[in-house]
């Protein structure tokens, strides 16, 4: 009598031969990216906020490459630009678009420190509420802001409309604007609060600059955040605003709960 295996024994072996499917390989640009992110001049206590902020994927998302030309909005006082800088030096560009005053003063002074790293930055001035040119206008081919369009709606409607043009302006045509800012829930009365932002209020006001949005990811969002604390995203780390209050308590909920969006200019 012939030996037989029974079809599900035939499944399972066939199913065991298969190889695992193996993870995508990184693009150059990935690769380029997570050189920078992993450093050694970055310093310490910026890297144990990576967990954090994701700088790999969210770059990643935002179309980021060692030969393009990057705005990063006030970037003061410098955690991303000491990616950006050195992962754009041989390539591309980056250029830094800072408030006028310490903040510009003092991204200033980080760049002169180590021109190894900053030798070929930019810096320009970003003013809130006023028209300012962060880069020769169509040159850009991504703009970053990370957690600045509440600053912008805090100074009212018209300063931030009037940062989403600068922004449009110095793009060229097809160039990105990725946005990350602390998410405010839709339900919320008000469209910002404590720091918090709606998303549809970024996209409300990037698509009246012309914008077109371009999608989202969840790479920064947290669900232990519930968006509802004393005074605001400050109270979580790194600021702690509480000071010794409650920090275990806000210390196991990290970072706020984060909006990451993209959008194209036509």
């Keep these: 009598m012939r030996p037989f295996l029974s079809l599900a024994l035939i499944g399972s072996l066939s199913i065991a031969a298969l190889?695992?499917?193996a993870e995508p390989a990184p693009s150059e640009a990935q690769t380029a990216i997570r050189a920078a992110v992993a450093s050694p001049d970055r310093k310490p206590?910026?890297?144990?906020?990576d967990i954090?902020?994701?700088p790999v994927e969210t770059l990643t998302f935002f179309g980021v490459s060692p030969t393009k030309t990057v705005v990063e909005i006030w970037p003061a006082p410098g955690w991303y630009a000491e990616i950006l800088a050195p992962l754009l030096h041989d390539g591309g560009t980056y250029i830094a678009a800072e408030a006028p005053g310490k903040a510009h003063d003092a991204l200033a002074a980080l760049f002169a420190s180590d021109p190894k790293r900053f030798d070929k930055?930019?810096?320009t001035t970003l003013e809130k509420g006023k028209a300012s040119e962060i880069a020769p206008p169509g040159s850009a081919d991504i703009v970053l802001t990370f957690r600045n369009v509440h600053n912008?709606?805090?100074a009212g409607d018209a300063a931030a409309a009037q940062f989403f043009a600068d922004c449009y302006r110095a793009l060229k045509p097809g160039g990105v604007l990725g946005v990350v800012d602390h998410h405010l829930p839709e339900d919320a009365a008000q469209e910002f609060s404590g720091g918090y932002v709606k998303r549809?209020?970024?996209i409300r006001l990037a698509e009246a600059a012309g914008f077109k949005f371009d999608g989202e990811s969840?790479?920064?969002a947290n669900p232990k955040d519930n968006h509802n604390h004393p005074k605001g995203v400050w109270t979580l780390p790194p600021v702690y605003a509480l000071k010794d209050a409650d920090r275990a308590q806000y210390q196991a909920i990290g970072e706020s709960d984060r909006l990451t969006l993209r959008f194209v200019k036509p």
């Excluded at 206590?45 to 906020?49: G, H, K, L, V």
């Design 19 to 21: 190889p695992a499917l």
């Design 45 to 49: 206590e910026d890297t144990a906020r």
């Design 52 to 54: 954090y902020r994701h």
């Design 121 to 123: 930055a930019v810096l």
């Design 152 to 154: 912008f709606l805090m």
């Design 200 to 202: 549809s209020t970024i």
């Design 218 to 220: 969840e790479i920064n």
